[in-house]
């Protein structure tokens, strides 16, 4: 029987029937074919195309399981990835998801026989955090992204400097409230005294408008006692003013002190951190991963460094696994050969210069290299300033 013509009501049908997902069972992932039943399903099996395809697997079998089996991988994590990110889901309802598609790779055709199996390899390798629970398996995503963890720690580094900022601003305040409680002490209190004339001689006013004369006066014995009050009270006033003087001025001082410190503390911290700081990273060097944030797989790894990245950065090649990583250089330190290997520095006057290494100094982490092209012995050379020279394929 022939196929129908384009538009028919037989060829919209079975264009209906086409649409969404059919059964595992009738899918020949070999030559990537649905079909809608069990005869469909037989008549396949028995073309001529399939048997060709069957051939081509029983030549090489792994092959073919292996790249199944990586295309499956790839893509339920990265719809992990993009749809879920870090959060804990069941594993199952991210599977439901990714079978949705028509064209994704069947589990049938990879080397994990269930999801459960699946879902163990993910944890055991490290992809994934697993853990089991009444409901079913569950999984996490692991985000190991040089950029992402570069992220993260730039964020942690901000929060605790935030949070050393407000520290020292509420100690600043209890000493403050401490300095105002001991001069609070010192200051003697205030004693109130009821107003009394003395002597019985009556007080004149003069309250003519625009006369010359002066008002009379108290009498002078008066006027003497009182001037004398007046001074004493201005002198009590004066010590009182002098006293809360000094104590802020000593407050002021201490603070003028701890700044001080703090800016000393401060410079010697970014003249570390500038001189730590100081790009080393070289083509053609072997390199060891010492950060584990990439997880237990890649700690300790040698590479060879392929491709510099603004100066701190680098494109390493794995010796080992032959993978590719994109690293700073606070992630990596540098590999000491055996004596009389080549080796390349990486600071100082000669920096870039290619050396044979001569002697090692374990006392002092240092060596001694000589220059290949002028034959110079550096001596004392620091262990990270120079690494293990390696010409990248």
């Known amino acids: 029987m022939g196929k129908t013509e384009k538009g028919t009501p037989k060829d919209l049908a079975n264009r209906m029937k086409a649409k969404g997902l059919q059964k595992l069972r009738w899918y020949c992932q070999m030559c990537q074919k649905q079909c809608r039943d069990e005869n469909g399903f037989k008549c396949h099996t028995m073309s001529e195309s399939h048997q060709r395809q069957l051939l081509l697997f029983a030549e090489n079998p792994d092959k073919y399981l292996d790249s199944f089996s990586e295309d499956f991988y790839k893509d339920y994590l990265d719809l992990l990835k993009r749809r879920f990110g870090t959060k804990r889901v069941q594993a199952n309802n991210v599977y439901q998801e990714y079978i949705h598609d028509r064209n994704h790779i069947h589990m049938n055709a990879t080397q994990w026989e269930t999801l459960t199996e699946f879902v163990k390899w993910l944890g055991r390798e490290g992809h994934c955090i697993v853990d089991e629970t009444e409901k079913g398996w569950f999984v996490a995503y692991i985000d190991r992204d040089p950029e992402t963890i570069l992220r993260q720690e730039k964020l942690a580094r901000k929060e605790k400097n935030e949070m050393d900022a407000e520290e020292r601003h509420r100690q600043f305040i209890e000493r403050q409230i401490e300095l105002g409680l001991k001069t609070a002490k010192n200051i003697p209190d205030a004693v109130y005294t009821d107003l009394k004339r003395e002597g019985d001689e009556p007080i004149k006013l003069n309250l003519t408008l625009g006369s ?92 060879v460094v392929y491709e510099v990245v603004d100066q701190y950065g680098a494109k390493v090649k794995l010796i080992d696994s032959k993978k590719k990583l994109k690293l700073d250089q606070s992630h990596l330190e540098t590999v000491i050969p055996a004596i009389g290997r080549q080796v390349v520095v990486l600071k100082g006057p000669y920096k870039h210069c290619k050396a044979e290494l001569v002697t090692l100094h374990k006392d002092k982490f240092a060596a001694t290299v000589r220059l290949s092209d002028r034959g110079t012995l550096i001596e004392n050379l620091a262990y990270e300033h120079f690494s293990k020279y390696c010409p990248a394929e």
């Open 212 to 303: 010359t004369s002066k008002p009379s006066l108290i009498p002078s014995t008066s006027a003497l006692k009182i001037k004398s009050n007046t001074k004493s009270t201005d002198g009590a006033k004066n010590k009182d003013i002098n006293k809360k003087r000094s104590a802020l001025e000593e407050i002021m001082e201490e603070e003028k002190r701890k700044k001080k410190h703090m800016a000393q503390e401060e410079d010697k911290v970014s003249t570390a951190a500038v001189v730590a700081d100081d790009p080393w990273i070289i083509k053609d060097i072997v390199v060891k991963i010492i950060t584990k944030n990439l997880g237990e797989t890649y700690y300790k790894q040698k590479g």
